[in-house]
């Protein structure tokens, strides 16, 4: 969807260096979402944010930071890559403003690979 | 808990024949239930979702699924199968129970084949 953007699109890098990866948002949408996919595993959250003054650990936050700048964007860090942080990471967003059930809208991914 | 099961990893079926992709679920409080489909290299695109009335629910694409309660599933159909429908497919639930936050399945792959 190009309405939620995800920079780098691709990244390769080695073990300890620190990593962010940006997600940007036209939507309007009050929550986004960081996930990451591996095969066989589906789509595990990692961190979500309801607003800017609001974040919340998810299923996997472990070795992961976020920071949601602004209502249109929310940037996840690796702080110190470890190769079992190889993995495709979706950024996502919902607009719960009016219900609490509405559906995801998901960007292109980025592809990180830790060496 | 919630939590969504695909008991399928990959599913194959021959052009035009139909197609089901199944999904069961559990949750503690009232089931809402989407599906998504992944194309190589592409995000999650949404296809359909249950909230409430109807059990059988339309889609995109000519996808549909119907939520059945006492067997708590929601299966993925298509009367024809596209060879362009190959994807991998999953299932996610949101509960009323829960903090609202969409569970997903491990996904299956759907081939369908010339």
């Known amino acids: 969807d190009a309405d939620v953007t995800q920079t780098p699109r691709n990244r390769i890098t080695k073990t300890g260096k620190r990593i962010m990866l940006e997600c940007s948002q036209t939507k309007g949408h009050d929550r986004m979402y960081w996930y990451r996919q591996d095969p066989g595993l589906g789509l595990r959250l990692i961190y979500y944010s309801f607003d800017v003054k609001d974040i919340n650990k998810g299923e996997?936050?472990?070795?992961?930071?976020?920071?949601?700048?602004?209502?249109?964007?929310?940037?996840?860090?690796?702080?110190?890559?470890?190769?079992?942080?190889?993995?495709?990471?979706?950024?996502?967003?919902?607009?719960?403003?009016?219900s609490p059930y509405n559906?995801?809208?998901?960007?292109?991914?980025?592809?990180?690979t830790v060496l | 808990a919630?939590?969504?099961?695909?008991?399928?990893?990959?599913?194959?079926v021959a052009e035009g024949n139909p197609l089901t992709v199944k999904c069961t679920y559990?949750?503690?409080?009232?089931?809402?239930?989407?599906?998504?489909v992944q194309y190589p290299n592409r995000g999650l695109q949404f296809l359909l979702k249950y909230i409430t009335g109807d059990n059988l629910?339309?889609?995109?694409?000519?996808?549909?699924?119907?939520?059945?309660?006492?067997?708590?599933?929601?299966?993925?159909?298509?009367p024809s199968a596209l060879v362009s429908d190959s994807a991998l497919y999953f299932c996610?639930?949101?509960?009323?129970?829960?903090?609202?936050?969409?569970?997903?399945?491990?996904?299956?792959?759907?081939?369908?084949?010339p």
Not at chain 1, 103 to 112: A, K, V, Y
Not at chain 2, 26 to 36: H, I
Not at chain 2, 57 to 78: D, I, M, P, R, W
Request: with cysteine; net charge neutral; aromatic share 14%.
């Open chain 1, 60 to 98: 996997i936050s472990d070795g992961y930071s976020v920071s949601r700048q602004a209502q249109a964007k929310f940037s996840l860090s690796l702080e110190s890559a470890i190769p079992n942080q190889t993995a495709l990471y979706f950024c996502a967003t919902r607009d719960t403003r009016e």
């Open chain 1, 103 to 112: 559906e995801q809208f998901f960007g292109p991914g980025t592809r990180l």
């Open chain 2, 2 to 12: 919630q939590s969504v099961a695909q008991p399928e990893d990959q599913v194959n």
């Open chain 2, 26 to 36: 559990s949750v503690s409080g009232n089931p809402y239930l989407f599906w998504y």
């Open chain 2, 57 to 78: 629910v339309k889609g995109s694409y000519g996808f549909e699924a119907e939520f059945n309660k006492s067997q708590t599933s929601f299966h993925l159909k298509k």
């Open chain 2, 92 to 113: 996610a639930v949101i509960s009323s129970g829960s903090a609202r936050q969409l569970t997903f399945g491990s996904g299956t792959q759907l081939t369908v084949l």
